[in-house]
């Protein structure tokens, strides 16, 4: 079975346990959190993926950093998921359900990337648009990437909108070669 089929079953599990105990919210949190740490130390990752390392000592390894951090809730499914030998999809797990509780909560994540930080005009310039266009909430990422030189680059989901000098004066550049 795929990774990101075993992801996608333990991540919906994990929503539907959080729904009905009530406590959604908070496993989020505590997913990007591990997602985060994940991140953040490389290390962990590679333990969690190491045939090598036994399952008792990832669990322990797992107890130590997360047990008096996150949601019982949350933690049930890291000692579920370590039970069964598949702890090497414990961040795709995590990753897979941010997305399925943006589902939930109707929540779209828009990535707008720039020159400059956005003014506060400019944010909820996009916020409204993207949201009048999806009819969702939205959660605004920014980046900052100077090499764009003007413009801005939008991505939602697999969509992107790409008004950036440099795309500019690279199409201009492609017209003279031709």
Do not use: W
Not at 139 to 155: A, D, S
């Amino acid at each position: 079975m795929s990774e990101q089929s075993v992801a996608f079953r333990y991540a919906k599990s994990l929503v539907d346990l959080a729904i009905e105990k009530g406590v959604i919210d908070t496993v989020h949190e505590d997913m990007q959190f591990f997602d985060q740490v994940c991140d953040e130390n490389r290390q962990l990752a590679l333990t969690l993926k190491s045939p090598i390392v036994k399952h008792v000592q990832k669990l322990a390894i797992l107890s130590a950093i997360f047990k008096s951090q996150v949601n019982p809730v949350t933690f049930s499914i890291f000692e579920i998921i370590t039970r069964k030998n598949r702890e090497k999809f414990l961040p795709a797990i995590a990753q897979e359900f941010q997305r399925q509780y943006a589902l939930y909560k109707n929540i779209q994540k828009v990535e707008v990337t720039t020159v400059s930080p956005l003014t506060d005009t400019q944010r909820a310039d996009f916020i409204r648009i993207v949201a009048e266009a999806t009819g969702k909430t939205v959660q605004l990422v920014e980046k900052i990437k100077p090499e764009l030189i003007g413009g801005y680059v939008l991505r939602i989901n697999d969509r992107q909108v790409d008004t950036s000098v440099k795309t500019r004066l690279n199409e201009l550049k492609l017209a003279f070669l031709q």
